[in-house]
């Protein structure tokens, strides 16, 4: 069966301070991968999202950037936090129509 | 623009009754529409896909009618129980590249 991590699960950051999460996909391959920022009481922004390694597209100008250096890993990344970064982070993977999340990465930014 | 809306931000219902929630949508024409249950601070996890030729879809106590006419789908909690409280998100796909559009979800609280 396929399974999602996200690491880590909490993350408390001065503003400033780059920024990298990561999430890796088991027991599936070329799978398409997706970034999305969910702000308190909002519904998920897609942030990002890839059908193959280095290929990426941003879905909304911002502070952040995403890299897949492999397969079954997606990274999220910023040289620079702002406070409007604070969020739940959610990785996200599909191999067709629905897609399986990850735990999240629940970012403050301070 | 496109819009995905969710009715009311919270649904509060006693145990046994039907929940029902709906999920309306302009500009888009989506091939298949889904919806999602995600707990709190927790991921999404994926219900139910509906297609677009299709009209009524169940999964147990839930189901989910898709109206493209009405560009509208109604989603289902029958003999609701208090472990569905959680926010049922509604998605939306329109191309191939299986992106997908979110809206802001509804929470539902069942009372015991």
């Known amino acids: 069966s396929q399974t999602i991590h996200q690491w880590p699960a909490t993350l408390v950051q001065p503003v400033g301070s780059p920024l990298s999460l990561e999430c890796t996909v088991e027991g599936t391959s070329n799978p398409n991968l997706y970034w999305y920022r969910q702000a308190a009481g909002r519904g998920l922004q897609l942030l990002f999202y890839s059908v193959g390694i280095g290929q990426i597209s941003s879905e909304v100008p911002q502070n952040l950037s995403a890299s897949r250096p492999q397969d079954r890993q997606f990274i999220l990344s910023s040289k620079k936090l702002l406070l409007s970064d604070s969020g739940f982070y959610l990785c996200?993977?599909?191999?067709?129509?629905?897609?399986?999340f990850g735990p999240g990465t629940r970012l403050t930014v301070l | 623009s496109q819009k995905i809306e969710q009715n009311s931000e919270a649904l509060n219902i006693q145990e046994g009754k039907t929940a029902t929630l709906t999920c309306n949508y302009t500009n888009y024409s989506p091939a298949y529409l889904q919806w999602y249950r995600q707990d709190p601070g927790r991921g999404p996890v994926f219900l139910l896909l509906i297609r677009e030729n299709e009209k009524e879809k169940r999964k147990e106590r839930l189901k989910v009618t898709f109206d493209t006419t009405l560009k509208q789908s109604l989603f289902h909690i029958t003999a609701s129980q208090p472990a569905d409280s959680a926010t049922y998100l509604c998605a939306l796909t329109a191309g191939d590249d299986y992106k997908l559009s979110f809206g802001a979800g509804t929470t539902v609280t069942v009372r015991a």
């Open positions: 996200a993977w599909s191999r067709a129509d629905t897609q399986y």
